[in-house]
């Protein structure tokens, strides 16, 4: 039918895996607005959730990386991290193969994605189904743009991945909900853990909700790396969330939590009519 | 210079239960299949996090790994700055330190 839902979340392992070390006040005002999000994302009725992801070296490596790719099964398995670890079971996850090869065939008339019939959850849709869907009751379609590693999927690619994931998402006859994951600042994996741009983290959300597409792509990999660190090359997810919704975003969350080693982040973004 | 064949052992340990087991029990067999340095083998041999970090691994690839190890969060942000003192700045990859070694972000 369309695309019913647009939204962009935080993804870092240690929002889970490490909730017991962040002061609880503010974690849970976190929380909170994940859960507004998931009642938001329920009330859209959606078929399906296309979850934008960065992914982390789980399923796709430097011997065959994907600028992009689509989940096509109808079962997924995650976490791939130790549950111990991550603080989340591992389990089975609901897909829909046939529903994944429409709108691969769709997306493709644009982009040239790869197409996976396996495909092992990490911290990067993990950690937001665990608070959207936490029943696990909406099939997922799992998405990545390799923000990972470079060559970098550039950022004008993100958004034409966007694009048709819109076109794709209207031409089918299912609701789809659509949430890209990630980082925006930050540094994690490094002694820097915890390290955030603030400023910066305003400027790309300030962008984002404005739907500013030149702004958006204005961004060079130098630049990022240099004041948001490599984890701002996950930006590439929210933009193609941006780029798909083509509204206006509302922040429903964002500040820094440094035990999380990310500015925690919840917002969505209207479903602007396709001209 | 063989960073690659010493993450492909990063990547496949973390994603393969099998590769896990032979890490336990059949180290050194196991490596040979890797391209790996000297100084490469030594570090997973030993499990030497602050070396392997050092040496230019991606961090979502080598954070695993510590886990996988049994280090608690601390005790892996620890071993990375320690790996610093000891061998010097990171030499490749974009997983650097930017922070001063008693900055502490997040307080670990
Ligand atoms: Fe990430």
């Keep these: 039918m369309s695309l019913v839902f647009a939204g962009i979340c935080s993804h870092a392992p240690g929002i889970t895996g490490r909730a017991h070390m962040a002061e609880p006040a503010l974690r849970d005002e976190f929380y909170a607005a994940l859960r507004q999000m998931s009642a938001e994302l329920h009330a859209t009725k959606p078929d399906a959730l296309i979850v934008v992801a960065a992914e982390h070296f789980a399923n796709f490596f430097m011997n065959n990386m994907p600028a992009f790719a689509l989940g096509m099964s109808d079962e997924y398995q995650g976490p791939i991290e130790d549950p111990e670890w991550l603080k989340i079971e591992r389990r089975k996850i609901r897909g829909n193969a046939a529903l994944s090869k429409r709108l691969i065939v769709e997306v493709m008339n644009s982009v040239d994605v790869a197409y996976a019939e396996e495909w092992k959850f990490d911290h990067g849709i993990m950690v937001p189904l665990h608070f959207l869907t936490p029943a696990y009751d909406i099939p997922v379609i799992p998405a990545n743009i390799n923000c990972q590693g470079p060559p970098l999927t550039p950022l004008h690619r993100a958004w034409a991945f966007g694009e048709a994931l819109r076109h794709a998402a209207d031409a089918v006859p299912e609701r789809i909900a659509l949430v890209g994951t990630g980082g925006i600042s930050h540094w994690p994996a490094t002694p820097d853990s915890g390290k955030v741009n603030e400023a910066w983290d305003r400027e790309l959300l300030d962008r984002w909700s404005r739907n500013d597409r030149q702004a958006l792509l204005s961004y060079t990999d130098v630049a990022t790396y240099r004041d948001a660190g490599q984890g701002g090359f996950e930006i590439r997810t929210f933009i193609s969330v941006a780029a798909a919704a083509g509204g206006r975003g509302t922040i429903h969350f964002s500040k820094p939590i440094p035990i999380f080693a990310v500015g925690c982040t919840v917002a969505t973004m209207n479903i602007a009519c396709r001209t | ?108």
């Design chain 2, 1 to 108: 210079m063989s960073l690659y064949g010493l993450q492909k052992f990063l990547y496949e340990l973390n994603r393969d239960a099998r590769v896990q087991e032979r890490y336990r029990d059949d180290r050194a067999a196991l490596l040979t299949q890797y391209p790996l340095t000297d100084e490469e083998r030594a570090a997973i041999e030993a499990g030497d996090i602050g070396l392997i970090y050092v040496l230019g691994a991606n961090g979502q690839l080598l954070m695993h790994f510590a886990a996988y190890l049994g280090m608690p969060w601390a005790d892996y942000i620890k071993a990375m700055r320690d790996g610093i003192v000891t061998h010097g700045p990171v030499r490749a990859g974009v997983y650097t330190m930017t922070t001063g070694m008693d900055e502490k972000v997040a307080g670990v």
